[in-house]
């Protein structure tokens, strides 16, 4: 079965999403909660906000394409690895369809 957006979100990022609902939605409330600046705050709901986006507008991509853009969002890779890394896996799968095709 194909993971649902909240099934790509971290333990940590559940605790965030908790800690906003409670605070009303209030990222004040959250800096002084959390002891760190507002703007970082807005920083970590922005990057939750991506990696919902990343899987409502990928819906046909696969685990790893969705796993590397998650990755992107959270900083552990840059750009260039994901896009390497995402074009490597995509040849791997066309070449293994041709391979299917030919031998069929």
Excluded: C
Excluded at 66 to 91: F, P, S, V, W
């Amino acid at each position: 079965m194909k993971k649902t957006w909240i099934d790509w979100l971290s333990d940590e990022d559940m605790g965030f999403i908790k800690r906003f609902i409670l605070a009303s939605g209030s990222l004040k409330e959250m800096a002084r909660y959390y002891g760190i600046s507002y703007p970082t705050v807005r920083l970590r709901l922005d990057r939750l906000i991506e990696k919902i986006k990343i899987h409502d507008s990928n819906q046909d991509a696969s685990e790893f394409e969705l796993l590397l853009q998650n990755m992107y969002t959270e900083q552990r890779i840059d750009m260039a690895g994901m896009k390497t890394l995402l074009e490597t896996h995509r040849k791997e799968l066309e070449n293994e369809n041709n391979q299917s095709d030919t031998n069929l």
